[in-house]
């Protein structure tokens, strides 16, 4: 055992709850404790000296108590701030995942933020490079406050939810169940950016020992980042005023759709659609005439070597 935490503060006569950690003895030596809460988080790191990293490891396990518990109500920590302020002290130091049972109802409310994509139309911003985010499914269609926060959460610190996205979970299956009913309660969050360390992510069965299906997933440590061998393009617009009436007489063809979505917005989500496809069609439209597309430089700069006849007073002639 790595180590535990118990409750401080308890209900009856006896502790009780709490988080236990466990790893094989061939890789305890490399495994050290970052932080304990005793209400229910535990922050482990796993050394990139001894795994062969690119960047340390730290995995949060958290409890969070339902609403509804005598626990919540004795206890005065926030344990969404919590987790998230463990996030971001030590997202600089390493790569940082998040799992366990967080009692939060999340349904299929997006948690990633949009972007604005300002690199589609300008060419002085940077994109950052993720994975494809794919759309994330759960059989629990249920929201509840927590998971609300979580979602903010999720938003706050660019975490992302591995259930119903990742893995053998396609369709974010049920984590919990009771003769009341099914839910999803146990995640696991990680960033885009980390997805490559996760494997076979998947929910085992139920047993008769518990309420709660495992969750199941391997951390690849063995394994550096591959490189991409195909060479990375950047796309944005370079506005041409000599080319202004092509891209009206190109967005006149789409009139008949733009009043369309206009004149059919009766909900906020008509709203949205509407605005995501008028942009969509806005920018299509200026990429087919003002669009244009370059490879990126790599950051990477390798020294010419010289030949043994250059030296310094040749260094300053090619300056000149």
């Given amino acids: 055992m790595v180590t535990s935490v118990n409750r401080k503060k308890n209900i009856g006569q006896r502790e009780e709850g709490g988080i236990a950690v466990f790893c094989k003895n061939n890789i305890f030596e490399s495994i050290s404790i970052e932080k304990e809460y005793d209400h229910g988080i535990v922050l482990i790191k796993f050394s990139k000296l001894y795994f062969n990293l690119n960047d340390d490891l730290y995995i949060c396990f958290a409890y969070i108590p339902h609403k509804k518990s005598n626990f919540y109500h004795i206890c005065d920590n926030d344990f969404h701030d919590d987790i998230e302020n463990i996030f971001l002290e030590y997202k600089y130091k390493g790569s940082v995942i998040v799992c366990g049972d967080m009692n939060s109802r999340t349904g299929e409310i997006n948690d990633v933020l ?5 690199e589609k139309y300008i060419d002085c ?5 993720f994975p494809a985010i794919s759309k994330r499914c759960s059989m629990d269609k249920v929201i509840n406050a927590y998971g609300r926060k979580l979602i903010q959460l999720c938003y706050n610190t660019g975490l992302t939810i591995a259930n119903g996205r990742l893995g053998n979970d396609s369709c974010g299956s049920y984590t919990f169940c009771t003769s009341r009913g099914q839910s999803v309660n146990d995640y696991l969050l ?12 998947g929910v085992i069965d139920f047993t008769e020992f518990s309420d709660h299906a495992p969750l199941s997933y391997e951390i690849c440590l063995n ?3 591959q490189c ?3 060479p990375s393009t950047h796309k944005y617009l370079k506005w041409d005023s000599s080319k202004n009436q092509d891209y009206i007489q190109l967005l006149s063809q789409h009139n008949e759709l733009l009043i369309s979505l206009v ?8 709203v949205n659609n509407a605005v995501r496809e008028i942009n969509r069609i806005l920018y299509d439209s200026a990429f087919a005439i003002f669009g244009k597309t370059v490879l990126k430089r790599s950051p990477t700069y390798v020294k010419r070597h010289d030949n ?6 040749c260094a300053s002639a090619r300056q000149d």
């Fill in 263 to 270: 004149g059919n917005m009766n909900s906020a989500d008509d």
């Fill in 228 to 230: 991409n061998s195909l």
């Fill in 223 to 225: 394994n550096n980042i």
């Fill in 114 to 118: 949009e972007t604005d994509n300002l």
């Fill in 308 to 313: 043994d006849w250059f030296n310094q007073n």
């Fill in 190 to 201: 990680v960033c885009p950016e980390n997805y490559y360390i996760i494997k076979n992510f």
């Fill in 125 to 129: 911003v940077e994109p950052d490079v």
